[in-house]
């Protein structure tokens, strides 16, 4: 603030002095323009005409502002109210001063005065007095410092009331700060809706704060859900385990409790794989292997994979990828996802149904499509189904699963670029994965 302060007041003394030595240099040029153009009157002038025109002019009025002398070659002075011939180049304006009795007081007067040679080899004094000149200076100048005065009080006055506005402003920020840092997740930084600088750069951290506490959120659900969800092939474990112990006397006894541990073991790796997947997809990193990819030809190699178990479960199995369709993407991760959608979309539709996958272009939008007539997903639940281990509450107890297929076609959408829209088909679900333009190749 202290420099912000003497920048601003030497940028004003700096404009100040500017002012003051224009106005100034301004004034004493239009003076020294009239005493020049009285050079064309007096240069071609004859001896005699001269003292007696000098004479007259010296006893008019304005003669103490306006005074003429004429000089000799000598410098002896024949006519006027100029004492002394100055000791000054001929035609270049110069300043003098001349001592004038006024009410029997002296005063010392200023001049601006120039000399001008005539053809008659004499010298003619001509003057002008610069005292208003010299008067309106000073109080020019008196002006000026006034108003760097003033200015100065009113800069550091200014930046009092800034500092104190601003040091309340930051108080208030760090007071909220430390509750945040205290565990206060919800709290954010106050607002005065001035839309000034530092309300920007509050928005944008409570808009971090946000986000912070929506990551957060995500992984206390997360731990929640793992804790949860691995709890009963956990307690299976441990309950098959400790069973083997107490009752199992022969060989087979104890293989068969062994595999039934393996096969629950199994189950928690699994699970740890996909998180594990999940978090990988999330971080960005396989974006450095993305190329152009045929998302039509990855959709009809899912096809190619799912369609022996639709004719088991006798579902018709439809694939409509005709349209060439290009993405810039990992090969794994789109066939990994849309493998997901194609199971997903089996294991809920019924004997008899119906499964059609399509991949098109809206507009210049490739678009991926994975639609089955079975129960579908409440409105309600379509953005939470995405969410790691969350399974729609009509499903809960239908099928087997863990809650992490959806979330896997999320990850891998959002590392693509892609939105993940759930719509009713009418009956049953149709998910479409919209793929952002700038994505094809």
């Known amino acids: 603030m202290g420099w912000l302060l003497m920048g601003f007041l030497s940028a004003?003394?700096?404009?100040?002095?500017?002012?003051?030595?224009?106005?100034?240099?301004?004034?004493?040029?239009?003076?020294?323009?009239?005493?020049?153009?009285?050079?064309?009157?007096?240069?071609?002038?004859?001896?005699?005409?001269?003292?007696?025109?000098?004479?007259t002019l010296s006893r008019r009025d304005i003669a103490s502002s306006r005074p003429y002398g004429v000089f000799d070659a000598r410098g002896v002075r024949l006519a006027g109210n100029v004492s002394t011939l100055p000791d000054k180049e001929d035609r270049e304006p110069f300043d003098y001063t001349e001592t004038l009795n006024e009410a029997g007081r002296n005063r010392l007067a200023h001049y601006r005065g120039i000399i001008i040679p005539t053809t008659s080899a004499l010298?003619?004094?001509?003057?002008?007095?610069?005292?208003?000149?010299?008067?309106?200076?000073?109080?020019?100048?008196?002006?000026?410092?006034?108003?760097?005065?003033?200015?100065?009080?009113?800069a550091l006055a200014c930046g009092v009331v800034l500092n104190r506005y601003a040091n309340r402003r930051i108080a208030a920020i760090g007071e909220s700060a430390r509750e945040i840092m205290a565990g206060k997740l919800s709290r954010r930084l106050p607002l005065r809706g001035s839309h000034d600088d530092l309300d920007r750069l509050t928005s944008i951290v409570n808009a971090m704060l946000d986000e912070i506490e929506r990551l957060m959120g995500e992984v206390r659900s997360v731990c929640a859900g793992v804790a949860h969800d691995l709890r009963t092939p956990m307690t299976s474990l441990r309950a098959g385990l400790e069973r083997a112990r107490?009752?199992?006397?022969?060989?087979p006894a104890f293989e068969q409790a062994i595999d039934v541990a393996i096969s629950q073991a199994d189950v928690v790796l699994n699970r740890f794989s996909a998180l594990l997947r999940i978090a990988?997809?999330?971080?960005?990193?396989?974006?450095?292997?993305?190329?152009?990819?045929a998302l039509d030809a990855v959709m009809r190699d899912v096809a190619d994979l799912y369609e022996p178990l639709a004719e088991h479960r006798r579902?018709?199995?439809s694939v409509d990828a005709a349209t060439p369709v290009q993405v810039n993407g990992d090969f794994d991760l789109l066939f990994g996802a849309i493998d997901n959608l194609v199971d997903n979309a089996l294991k809920?539709?019924?004997?008899?149904?119906?499964?059609?996958?399509?991949?098109?272009?809206?507009?210049?939008?490739?678009v991926l499509t994975v639609a089955d007539d079975g129960p579908g997903i409440e409105p309600e639940e379509r953005s939470a189904v995405l969410r790691l281990f969350y399974?729609?509450?009509?499903?809960?107890?239908?099928?087997?699963?863990?809650?992490?297929?959806l979330s896997l076609v999320a990850a891998i959408a959002r590392v693509h670029d892609a939105s993940v829209e759930i719509l009713d088909n009418e009956p049953g679900c149709k998910v479409q994965l919209r793929f952002a333009v700038h994505a094809r190749n």
Do not use: C, K, M
């Open 12 to 55: 004003a003394i700096a404009l100040f002095a500017l002012l003051y030595w224009l106005t100034s240099a301004y004034l004493l040029h239009e003076v020294d323009e009239r005493l020049r153009g009285e050079f064309a009157e007096f240069h071609a002038i004859g001896r005699t005409q001269a003292i007696e025109t000098i004479a």
């Open 123 to 154: 010298r003619i004094v001509v003057g002008h007095s610069i005292d208003e000149v010299r008067h309106f200076d000073r109080t020019l100048l008196d002006t000026l410092f006034a108003g760097i005065a003033l200015t100065s009080l009113l």
């Open 246 to 251: 107490r009752r199992a006397e022969t060989p």
């Open 280 to 293: 990988e997809i999330e971080s960005g990193s396989r974006r450095a292997s993305f190329r152009a990819i």
């Open 315 to 317: 579902v018709a199995f």
């Open 348 to 366: 809920f539709t019924p004997e008899g149904g119906a499964v059609a996958l399509g991949v098109r272009l809206d507009g210049a939008q490739p």
């Open 391 to 405: 399974r729609g509450r009509a499903l809960e107890n239908s099928t087997s699963g863990h809650g992490l297929g």
